[in-house]
T-cell receptor
Framework: EAGVAQSPRYKIIEKRQSVAFWCNPISGHATLYWYQQILGQGPKLLIQFQNNGVVDDSQLPKDRFSAERLKGVDSTLKIQPAKLEDSAVYLCASSYPPRGSPLHFGNGTRLTVT | QQPVQSPQAVILREGEDAVINCSSSKALYSVHWYRQKHGEAPVFLMI?????EQKGHEKISASFNEKKQQSSLYLTASQLSYSGTYFC????????????FGKGTRLSVIA
């Protein structure tokens, strides 16, 4: 089966600019996650979708981050405006069903904010 | 609540064994284990869903003590390919509780 697709692979922007990341989960996976991984740390959940509804976004900095899942398939994560501390790898993962199943991660987008 | 992993880092020679521990202060429904190589995505190793259950994957196995809210990952006869950072992710009992990952254990296997 095709894996989780993410783009772009790398992105360099200046602070206060905006950026968007795209994710296409594995076909049939109802649950989609966006994680932020800062160098040397474990992935930190930003938002979890079940189909096109939000299950958990308690750690999403909503003043600058937004995410949507179009028609319960693809998802986009946006940062506007970016800060230096947003430099990280943004990982998208999907699973089926939501509980007790493995997460399949994409290769991530490495964001550098200068 | 982020689970605590120990040790933070370990260096092994090929053929040696290692144990990585993961503990939580909250009641757990599940524990996931993933391995991440430098510059790559985390890769699923195994999930443990019941207290006291032990699972195996080649020479890698894990146990889950639900009462102690702990899990351990056992790597036996380590190979160079085992090098990477190992993360445990813990899930609670309430429906759709998201996985919370630990900070990881960096494992280096040398010849």
């Amino acid at each position: 089966e095709a894996g989780v697709a993410q783009s772009p692979r790398y992105k360099i922007i200046e602070k206060r600019q905006s950026v968007a990341f795209w994710c296409n989960p594995i076909s049939g996976h109802a649950t989609l996650y966006w994680y932020q991984q800062i160098l040397g740390q474990g992935p930190k959940l930003l938002i979890q979708f079940q189909n096109n509804g939000v299950v958990d976004d308690s750690q999403l900095p909503k003043d600058r981050f937004s995410a949507e899942r179009l028609k319960g398939v693809d998802s986009t994560l946006k940062i506007q405006p970016a800060k230096l501390e947003d430099s990280a790898v943004y990982l998208c993962a999907s699973s089926y069903p939501p509980r007790g199943s493995p997460l399949h991660f994409g290769n991530g987008t490495r964001l550098t904010v200068t | 609540q982020q689970p605590v992993q120990s040790p933070q880092a370990v260096i092994l020679r090929e053929g040696e064994d290692a144990v990585i521990n993961c503990s939580s202060s909250k009641a757990l429904y599940s524990v996931h284990w993933y391995r991440q190589k430098h510059g790559e995505a985390p890769v699923f190793l195994m999930i443990l869903l019941k207290g006291g259950e032990q699972k195996g994957h080649e020479k890698i196995s894990a146990s889950f003590n639900e009462k102690k809210q702990q899990s351990s990952l056992y790597l036996t006869a380590s190979q160079l390919s085992y090098s990477g950072t190992y993360f445990c992710g813990t899930g609670g009992y309430s429906g759709n509780t998201p996985l919370v990952f630990g900070k990881g254990t960096r494992l280096s296997v040398i010849a």
